[in-house]
């Protein structure tokens, strides 16, 4: 997939989103106030759940590479010479 491909799919997903919720909160306006900041909450912990499950996941995939992969990560950046003078 190029990067013109994937921007694509980050701004038909964005758009989609943005529909998705501005469509919530037309019903979440008509919620009481009390009502309104537990819906809220239990949104965000949603989400942030997604959120921790996707980061241990990732976390997984990294510490399952070789470690030549670790040490190639972790070492500090090669300096070339500046030829041009």
Request: glycine content about 2%; some cysteine.
């Amino acid at each position: 997939m190029s990067c013109d491909e994937l921007e694509s799919e980050g701004v038909t997903k964005r758009k989609q989103l943005t529909v998705l919720f501005e469509d919530i909160a037309q019903t979440m306006v008509k919620i009481p106030d009390v009502d309104l900041e537990e819906t809220k909450r239990e949104i965000f912990n949603l989400v942030n759940k997604k959120e921790i499950e996707l980061l241990m996941q990732k976390q997984i995939h990294v510490q399952s590479l070789p470690q030549q992969y670790h040490q190639h990560m972790l070492s500090p950046p090669v300096q070339h010479s500046n030829y041009s003078s």
